[in-house]
């Protein structure tokens, strides 16, 4: 298995330009358009938390508990802060690559390595509760529900352990395609269920308890001729809300899933590499070429897409308030209607540019930017 960075710019993906002859014009990010700002979004606070990210291709993403955010850097510096106030509770360097997570859980904070270590350290002063080791290079969050803790590699085996030792009690190993977008997915850990979803499009329910699959699915089949073109990975967290899960693909599809059955009960052909986001009634999901598109949750219909962030390298989206909000490479945080896709405010959070999924706790929204600083915002 090949996992592309960033797929070659990840073609529409990114703000890259390219050409096909001589003549052509460079296809470039769009230009910001002017528009009568609604809502006043103002920084509680920043407070500088590692090391950036320019130099990589791939992103941490800040967690949090009720009152306490949790992150890390690249050079294994994990922080504790406080939501309301941003003030350092607990620092460590764990002095490792860290390239997964940060995971929150059941009084744990947990990360993954690039050499496959996962560290489960206590949320209350960061000591480290116990470290395993896994088969390849985590990308993404662990996750855990007190008991087991699901960790997602690289080489696309999902494996589970002990909460409370670290000792792993089963794996799975997906099927493997040739090529893939280098990344993996988040999965959801229930007291019943772990959700994960697989480079293959497949998105599957294992028991906790035992990792006997409970049902699998496929949210997109490949299609194309190259193997580039058959990419349909599963690189966002599914969205698990009441008895139905949300997923999407890339080049491929955004499903409704029963959470009981694993019966497909819509899908819209879309492509997106992010988690999508849920608001009263409606999907939304960051598209291909940065589209923001909102779909009805019960019947998978279109309701509006906003395409004026057209290659600006979109981060997924994030509900705050009656809005919805993308960060892009520039570092601006654009918020949408949520009931039309219009644009009700902006603010530039910071130059070195946002690719980490924002993280939305209670009326706060916290920023992690690719030179390692961490803020909060809130609508005033």
């Not at 073609?11 to 390219?18: D, E, F, K, P, Y």
């Amino acid at each position: 298995m090949k996992k592309l960075g960033l797929l070659m710019c990840v073609l529409a993906l990114s703000g890259c330009s390219w050409f096909s002859d001589e003549d052509d014009i460079a296809i470039t990010p769009a230009e910001l358009v002017d528009f009568t700002a609604e809502v006043s979004i103002e920084r509680s606070w920043s407070v500088s938390v590692g090391s950036g990210t320019k130099d990589y291709l791939i992103s941490l993403r800040p967690a949090a508990s009720r009152d306490t955010v949790f992150a890390a850097d690249y050079s294994g510096q994990v922080t504790a802060l406080e939501l309301t106030s941003g003030k350092k509770m607990w620092e460590v360097n764990l002095d490792t690559m860290v390239t997964g997570g940060v995971g929150y859980g059941s009084g744990m904070v947990m990360v993954g390595t690039v050499e496959g270590v996962v560290y489960a350290l206590d949320a209350t002063d960061g000591s480290t509760l116990w470290t395993s080791q896994v088969s390849s290079e985590v990308l993404s969050s662990p996750k855990t529900n007190g008991t087991v803790v699901a960790v997602h590699s690289i080489d696309n085996q999902m494996v589970a352990l002990d909460a409370k030792t670290g000792e792993e009690l089963w794996r799975h190993d997906g099927d493997a395609p040739i090529l893939s977008v280098r990344g993996t997915s988040e999965s959801v850990v229930t007291s019943n269920m772990v959700l994960s979803g697989f480079d293959s499009g497949k998105l599957i329910a294992f028991n906790p308890s035992n990792g006997s699959v409970i049902w699998e699915t496929r949210v997109a089949l490949p299609k194309g001729r190259t193997e580039l073109e058959r990419m349909v990975d599963i690189d966002g967290e599914p969205l698990l809300v009441g008895d139905v899960i949300y997923a999407a693909t890339y080049q491929g599809r955004l499903g409704a899933i029963s959470r009981g059955t694993g019966r497909n009960l819509w899908s819209q052909d879309t492509s997106s590499h992010h988690a999508p986001a849920h608001r009263a009634g409606k999907i939304y999901v960051t598209g291909g070429e940065d589209s923001i598109q909102s779909f009805g949750s019960g019947n998978g219909q279109k309701v509006w897409a906003n395409d004026d962030l057209f290659l600006r390298q979109a981060t997924g989206p994030a509900v705050l308030g009656g809005t919805i909000v993308v960060a892009d490479a520039e570092g601006y945080l654009h918020l949408l209607d949520a009931e039309d896709g219009h644009f009700v405010g902006r603010v530039k959070a910071d130059g070195s540019g946002v690719s980490a999924p924002l993280l939305s706790v209670g009326n706060s929204l916290v920023v992690q930017a690719n030179n390692g600083s961490i803020s909060a915002y809130k609508i005033q």
